[in-house]
Each structure stands twice: as C-alpha cells, then as structure tokens.
C-alpha cells in the first residue's frame, strides 16, 4: 500500500536510530562504526514501525528522550519559536560532518541534507521564516518541518564525536537561544497541516513540511 507523507516518514525518521546499537568509538576526526552502519542501513527496525503518523513520532521521540541516541536536554517541538529552531539548525549544520553528507547519504537518500554545507542552509532558513512572517497561518508547519530538520541533522549528519560537541556545549550552559533541543511534534505534521496549506496556497510550504518529515 502506497505511503502517505506523513505515513512515510517511518522510512526517513525511523532510520533516525537505526543501527544506533552497532559498536561506537566516539571520533570527532570522522564518522564512527556506528555513524557508518546506521547511514549504510536502507531500511528501518521493524521496532520503529506504527499505525499513524502520529504514533510514529511518539515512538521517535521516545528514542530521542531515552533511546542510544538521546538527545542531551530536549523541549517538546511546540516550545520552540522560529527564531530558536532556526539558530539550532545553522549550528548543527555547522558541525555536520562532510563523509556523512556527501559520501554515505548517496544522493537520492532520503535522510540526505537539510540544507548545503555552503551557506544555502541559511538562505533557506531566512526564506522559510520571512514568509512565515508575512503568513503568520504557515508558522506552525514551518516550525514542525524544522523540528524534523533537527532530529534528522542530530541523528544523521553529526558524528559521534559531534553529538559529543553539542551535549558539552549544552552542559556548560548552552546559549541563549540554545538550550534544549527540539522533539518532533506530536499533533502535527503534513497529514495535519498540508491540507489546508494548499486549501490556503501555500504549496510550498506543504511541499517543504513533507519533505522534512517523510525525508528526500
């Protein structure tokens, strides 16, 4: 049976920790045992299937509060404005790891990007959140597809070594618009959200939401 984008984002988000129990050795040089395997798996446990797109998050997110991969200090999704999602988002760009982004996602994947490595990240962003602004409607489907951004980049584009970078960073304080990172949203998504953004005109921001949580 075909797959809804929001049914389908068990074949990018639940990739988020597979293979997250292979052996580790934590390197900040490049990808570990670990990174390697999970980015090489292509397809998910069957532990991380569910009925809904919404139970499919709860089950992510539980693995994001408790899993191999834990996010050190996490806020649910809807506590987040634009502005703390889009400044977790540059900084996790900026510790992706090349090998992951380019080599191991092959293009195609659908866990792939969030944005380029040279600087098209933040055009985006700025894009995204300055129509946001004049369409105040489209904010909360922006900020779900970034907090899938952000799950995917932690999982997927940050080595060990840089999940490392990040729960230091956070232990010591973190920053102002940095202190905990972000959980998938729980009521939402594109099977919440898309319908009535193209009712309203706003394809692209569908468009984008899918991609975010079905991946590329």
Not at 47 to 71: D, H, V
Not at 197 to 202: F, N, P, T, V, W
């Amino acid at each position: 049976m075909p797959l809804t984008p929001g049914a389908s984002v068990i074949i990018a988000l639940a990739l988020l920790f597979a293979g997250a129990d292979a052996a580790s050795s934590t390197s900040v040089a490049g990808p570990s045992v670990a990174d390697v395997a999970r980015a090489r798996l292509p397809r998910p446990r069957a532990s991380f299937t569910a009925e809904n797109p919404r139970q499919i998050r709860a089950t992510l997110n539980a693995q994001l509060l408790e899993g191999p991969l834990a996010l050190p200090k996490a806020m649910p999704c809807e506590a987040f404005e634009l502005g703390d999602l889009k400044a977790w988002l540059m900084f996790l760009n900026g510790l992706a790891h090349p090998d992951l982004e380019g080599t191991l996602l092959r293009p195609g994947d659908r866990r792939r990007r969030i944005g380029s490595l040279d600087g098209g990240l933040k055009v985006d962003l700025a894009a995204e959140a300055a129509y946001a602004a004049e369409h105040p409607e489209v904010a909360e489907a922006v900020r779900d597809g970034w907090c899938a951004d952000a799950a995917m980049a932690w999982v997927h584009r940050l080595t060990d070594g840089g999940r490392a970078e990040v729960a230091d960073f956070l232990a010591s304080g973190g920053g102002e618009s940095l202190s905990a990172l972000p959980l998938l949203p729980v009521e939402g998504g594109a099977a919440v959200h898309g319908p009535a953004l193209r009712a309203a005109g706003h394809h692209e921001t569908a468009r984008r939401l899918e991609e975010a949580v079905s991946g590329r």
